[in-house]
């Protein structure tokens, strides 16, 4: 196989995968934006975790939120557990690697904040942690998933929201956990700011 059709091939099956994932990812999307809006106009925050290129997802997310995503607005309360170097080194090396966001959650996360939870496999254990770490704090959870959903799956709660891509393959996964980041950050600003004008 010559590059340019390998490379074909990368862009059909990610299309195919957003094809597939679409009309059962909606649903759960929508009830993250929801949640989120929530939990955001009324002082709360969202906290993010995940490992790898989902750790740069969850900076990613922050970002916009802190920032912007597409529309002027003021910045929303956002933090990725990902990015605190000496807090992550100090409960890594002082407690193990599994409690590095669970530790962070405990301290920082509050009643009504959420959680948003990311692990391709669903099986990450400092992300399995994070998420028992939001329930005692009483907050709700949003995960993003794939592969089934792995043990994710039996820890979230009736009122958390699981948007667990339908494949198997890491990088498509990926791909789609960013495009439902987008979407939900989309989403956030149209319930907020409203419809955009065309004729702006």
Known sequence: MDLITRVTHQFDESIAAKQQATEELAGPIAEAIELMVGALTNGSKVLACGNGGSAADCQHFAAELVGRFERERPGLAAIALTTDTSA????????????????????????????????????????????????????????LTGKGGGQVTNLLQENDIHI?????????????????????????????????????
């Open 88 to 143: 992550l080194t100090a409960i890594g090396n002082d407690y193990s690697f599994n409690e590095v966001y669970s530790k962070q959650v405990a301290a920082i996360g509050q009643p009504g904040d959420v959680l948003l939870a990311i692990t391709t496999s669903g099986n990450s254990k400092n992300i399995t942690l994070a998420i028992e770490a939001a329930h005692q704090r009483e907050m709700q959870v949003v995960a």
């Open 164 to 200: 667990c891509v339908p494949h198997n393959r890491t990088a498509r996964i990926q791909e789609i956990h960013l495009l439902s980041i987008h979407c939900i950050c989309d989403g956030i600003d149209l319930v907020l700011l409203g419809e955009e004008n065309d004729e702006d």
